[in-house]
């Protein structure tokens, strides 16, 4: 909320799309969220702000390999910066701003690794976002949100 908050416009257009494609008659349901795809982009774009979980579990690298220019023999522990992944400017444009925009692109949210990659995955990362996304939709139409001072 605090993002949205710092950013009017984000909230002016996620509304919108609530009242175009719920209205006001009746409160946002889960069936809903595949009509609002703006505030999955919100979600998508909070997640990239701030992981759950900015660094990864350790992990063995199960055979010698390269990763960039480092060489990894078998049983390497390796850590994996999410967040430093998700703020490098040569992977994401002004990667310290808000733009839930950025996600329009369905090809952006395959470069998100808030919930990790493969099989190791997170399993519940659908239930999450979902639930976080049904949230946000929830509170943005039942409530005025303004920011009081600065």
């Known amino acids: 909320m605090a993002n949205l908050l710092n950013h009017p416009e984000v909230i002016k257009k996620a509304k919108n799309e609530i009242d175009t494609h719920v209205g006001s008659d009746r409160l946002v349901e889960e069936s809903d969220m595949s009509k609002l795809p703006y505030i999955q982009c ?3 774009e909070t997640l ?34 999410a967040w430093a992944a998700h703020m490098d400017p040569k992977m994401w444009s002004d990667p ?9 692109n ?4 395959n470069r998100l690794l808030s919930f990790g990659l ?22 943005l139409q039942c409530f005025e949100w303004k920011r009081i001072g600065k």
Request: glycine content about 6%; proline content about 8%.
């Open 42 to 44: 919100i979600v998508y």
């Open 48 to 81: 990239r702000l701030h992981p759950a979980a900015p660094i990864w579990s350790p992990h063995l690298s199960s055979e010698d390999c390269i990763v960039g220019k480092y060489n990894l023999p078998k049983d390497t522990i390796v850590l994996v910066n």
């Open 96 to 104: 310290t701003h808000f733009n839930p925009e950025r996600f329009e």
């Open 106 to 109: 369905e090809n952006e949210v």
């Open 118 to 139: 493969g099989r190791r995955a997170c399993p519940g990362s659908n239930l999450a976002q979902r639930t976080v996304g049904l949230s946000i939709a929830l509170l």
